[in-house]
C-alpha cells in the first residue's frame, strides 16, 4: 500500500512539472544582421524566423533610410512551402517601411526555424541604414496571437572607389511644377528606355490618393498632367503630397506641396 501511494505522488509531481513548462517565444530577426553593399548595386536581406511552433499567419513591417536604401521588391522565400497562401507585399517610401503579409488558405500550420520573405535594396548613397521592425504580428493555427521577440539589424552603403558604378538611373521623376500647385500639378518623367513604370500619388500619411499612370513610356521625357480640383472627395486639400515613381527596379519620390 505504502509503495503505490509513494508511485502516485511520483506521477503527480511530474505531471505539474510538465504543465509548468513554457514554450520559448519565437524570435524573428534579419538574416544576414549585418551587410556592406556598394552605391548603385543590389542587396538582398531575409526575415527569419526561429523557434515557432505553429504559424498560419504574418505580418510583418520594417523601418528602413530611404536616404540611404531603395527597396525594390519584397518576394515570400518559402516557409509556408507545400500550401496555397495569399501573399501580400508592401513597399512604402513615403513613411520609409516595407514589409509582407502571408497567410495559408484554408487548414495547415508550419512550425520550427525558416525564411519567412526577402526584400531588395538598392545603395542610394554613403552611409548606414539602421534595419528595424515596426511590428511583427504572428498568429497560430487557431488564429490566436504570438507574442515575439525582434532583433534589429544594418546595412552599410559606401563607395566603391576602384570601381565606382554608374549612377545614371534608367528612369527618373523630375522636380513638378508649379509649386506651389493650385488647381494643377506637373509631373516630369525621363526615361532612357521603352519601360513599364508606375507614377502614383501618396499623402503625408503614407496613404495612396492615386494612380496617375501605369503602364509603357517611350524613351525620352513625358509629363503627367495631375489636376488637382475638384474636392469634393477631399482628395487634394492644401498639404504635401509625395509622387512616387516606380520603374526598372528602382523607386523615386518627388514632394510637392498643394495651396490654393
Not at 27 to 55: C, H, M, W, Y
Not at 202 to 220: A, M
Amino acid at each position: 500500500m505504502r509503495k503505490a501511494l509513494h508511485t502516485t505522488t511520483m506521477v503527480l509531481l511530474f505531471a505539474c512539472s510538465v504543465s509548468a513548462r513554457t514554450e520559448p517565444r519565437p524570435r524573428v530577426s534579419f538574416s544576414p544582421k549585418e551587410q556592406t553593399v556598394n552605391i548603385g548595386d543590389r542587396i538582398a536581406v531575409t526575415i527569419r524566423v526561429e523557434s515557432v511552433q505553429t504559424l498560419r499567419t504574418y505580418g510583418i513591417r520594417i523601418r528602413y533610410d530611404t536616404a540611404v536604401l531603395q527597396c525594390t521588391d519584397v518576394c515570400a522565400s518559402g516557409f509556408f512551402r507545400g500550401y496555397q497562401t495569399f501573399f501580400y507585399r508592401d513597399i512604402n517610401p513615403v513613411k520609409e517601411m516595407a514589409g509582407a503579409d502571408e497567410s495559408i488558405l484554408g487548414s495547415g500550420h508550419c512550425r520550427g526555424d525558416g525564411d519567412l520573405f526577402t526584400l531588395v535594396f538598392i545603395g542610394r548613397r554613403y552611409g548606414t541604414a539602421n534595419l528595424g521592425f515596426v511590428s511583427v504580428v504572428l498568429y497560430d493555427s487557431s488564429q490566436t496571437p504570438i507574442e515575439a521577440e525582434t532583433d534589429d539589424g544594418a546595412i552599410v552603403v559606401h563607395v566603391d572607389e576602384i570601381n565606382p558604378p554608374a549612377m545614371e538611373p534608367g528612369v527618373s521623376l523630375e522636380p513638378s511644377y508649379p509649386s506651389p500647385a493650385g488647381e494643377r500639378v506637373f509631373l516630369p518623367v525621363r526615361s532612357r528606355t521603352t519601360t513599364t513604370i508606375t507614377l502614383s500619388v501618396y499623402d503625408n500619411t503614407g496613404s495612396l490618393v492615386e494612380i496617375v499612370y501605369e503602364g509603357v513610356i517611350e524613351p525620352g521625357r513625358k509629363e503627367f498632367s495631375l489636376p488637382l480640383v475638384p474636392v469634393g472627395r477631399g482628395r487634394f486639400r492644401n498639404g504635401v503630397y509625395y509622387a512616387v515613381l516606380r520603374g526598372q527596379g528602382v523607386y523615386t519620390v518627388t514632394p510637392f506641396t498643394v495651396l490654393r
